[in-house]
């Protein structure tokens, strides 16, 4: 069983983290405040807590659980622990100072370069797998819903990558749908804004995607 490190103290990077040791795997959470993580301590006692660069060196596998606007700050800090590591890759490009138009997030990308193709670029020796970006953190493990298991999109250009990705969703309670390489990344993103809307306009947050297929 791999080493998971989760660099990011926020929700996602403690839902997925608990989820994570659930499952058997050993954990690290790579925070640059540790006292941020004292509560999620306290109730996964086999759960550990340190600096990002210590989590980066820590997991076999590492899972990016940042600000869409941090993650290349992030990744800057701890490149040296990356090499040829996969990287779960659940940020979107939410812009900070643009708000929601009509319950539509603006986003600082543009329409044909996606968040993950850029950290792609910049990062070449790591394998990043967008994934756990378009449903909220109470359903990122154990999803329940009455049509049965809702679908995950991933993409990554390392065709393995994706296939340990796919392993994990797959012990999460997700059926997998994978879109290929990075260039899938955009279409992929745009879905945390589709997601939004209902929460944004009338309070939903309650659902996830299911592609249905012939």
Not at 100 to 110: A, D
Not at 154 to 166: L, S, Y
């Amino acid at each position: 069983m791999k080493k998971i490190g989760i660099i990011g103290s926020g929700m996602v990077g403690k839902v997925l983290a608990s989820g994570f040791i659930k499952y058997g795997y050993e954990v690290m959470i790579g925070t640059s405040d540790v006292s941020k993580l004292n509560d999620w301590k306290s109730k996964e006692a086999k759960g550990i807590v340190g600096s990002m660069e210590e989590a980066a060196a820590f997991g076999d596998l590492i899972v990016l659980a940042v600000k869409g606007s941090a993650a290349e700050k992030v990744l800057n800090l701890i490149q040296n622990n990356i090499n040829g590591k996969t990287i779960i890759d659940t940020t979107n490009p939410i812009s900070e100072t643009a708000p929601p138009k009509n319950g539509v997030l603006q986003y600082f990308t543009s329409m044909n370069e996606s968040l993950m193709e850029i950290l792609q670029k910049k990062f070449p020796s790591a394998n990043f797998v967008k994934s756990f970006n378009s449903v909220g953190n109470t359903f990122m493990v154990d999803p329940k819903f009455p049509d049965g298991k809702p679908t995950m999109f991933i993409c990554g250009n390392n065709a393995d990558a994706r296939k340990e990705v796919t392993a994990i969703l797959e012990q999460f309670g997700w059926e997998t749908c994978d879109m290929g390489t990075a260039e899938a990344a955009g279409p992929i993103e745009s879905l945390c804004a589709l997601w939004c809307i209902p929460g944004f306009i009338n309070n939903n947050w309650m659902h996830a995607f299911k592609l249905m297929k012939m």
